[in-house]
């Protein structure tokens, strides 16, 4: 994770340390505390499950609420919002940004806009007003690939995307093209979805430079195969499928997968299996 003054320097969650440190020379590196973290994530989640049973995690540290239908209980939209960020801020002592809006989409819009520390609401009246001027990659879906196209084809800003004839679209991007339109337009009737029971299992690892030793990546993927299977036991999951993902100094990800005959959470068959997906993987140095 990176601070607000550390990404005026191009630092940004998920960089490499070392790269960190090259761009910006006179940071602060602190080690993660992920028990410290998920502690008060439990908290935070424990007080906006207060207000709503509809709750949607994101990540460790941001959710989707639908308040609809609470309001007679709680006040309005705006109400709760601002009684879980007041709560947020006394019993756990951390700032919270809130974006209000019409649908999920608006929402995480409104939050963006409103970092850090704030409070956004995206009124239905507003919608074409705060939404048009914004660039294209403002939309969920559109990375550095797909925006590179758009600007190639003139469309830089959501108001260009949202008024653009269907059929020009679908050439550029396929049958996401009507997606993105809509988006643009500001709608999005995707609901607020509670978690479901998990589906899978992982942990990764983050070192602080690059490692190309195969010795150093199968030790580390040992490790990472004992807390797999220690977590899967303990939980009475087993799985069939097994996923190994690499991620490079240049951010190119590679995922390899292996299904085997029968279910497992041994810890050692997990582990003989990531090193033969590993051995599939050209690891230059």
């Known amino acids: 994770a990176a601070s607000y003054e550390a990404r005026k320097y191009g630092v ?51 959710l989707f609420l639908d308040v609809s239908g609470c309001e007679s209980l709680f006040g309005s939209s705006e109400c709760i919002g601002r009684k879980i960020k007041e709560r947020v801020y006394q019993e756990l002592e951390l700032k919270v940004s809130v974006g209000i809006a019409e649908n999920k989409f608006l929402a995480k819009i409104a939050t963006n806009l409103g970092k850090p520390d704030g409070f956004y609401i995206i009124s239905s009246k507003d919608i074409q007003k705060i939404l048009y001027p914004l660039p294209v990659s403002s939309l969920w879906g559109i ?24 059929s020009i679209l679908e050439n550029l991007l396929g049958k996401n093209g009507k997606k993105m339109k809509l988006l643009a337009q500001g709608i999005d009737e995707s609901p607020v979805t509670p978690p479901s029971t998990a589906k899978s299992i992982g ?27 220690y977590i899967a036991r303990k939980k ?14 240049n951010f190119i990800t590679l995922n390899k997968s292996m299904t085997l005959e029968n279910s497992t959470n041994i810890d050692d068959l997990i582990f003989k299996t990531v090193v033969k997906l590993l051995d599939k993987i050209k690891i230059k140095k």
């Open 12 to 62: 940004h969650a998920g960089m490499p340390i070392w790269e960190a440190r090259q761009k910006c020379h006179e940071g602060i590196f602190i080690p993660s505390q992920m028990n410290k973290y998920l502690e008060a994530s439990k908290k935070f989640f424990q007080i906006c499950s207060t207000y709503t049973p509809l709750i949607e995690p994101l990540s460790v540290d941001e």
């Open 143 to 166: 990375g550095k690939k797909t925006e590179e196209l758009l600007k190639k084809s003139g469309i830089y800003q959501i108001e260009q995307l949202a008024k653009m004839p269907d």
């Open 203 to 229: 942990k990764e690892t983050t070192f602080g430079t690059n490692i190309t030793e195969k010795a150093i990546l199968i030790k580390e993927l040992l490790k990472i195969s004992q807390m797999v299977g």
């Open 236 to 249: 009475g999951y087993k799985g069939r499928t097994i996923t190994l993902k690499i991620r490079f100094h």
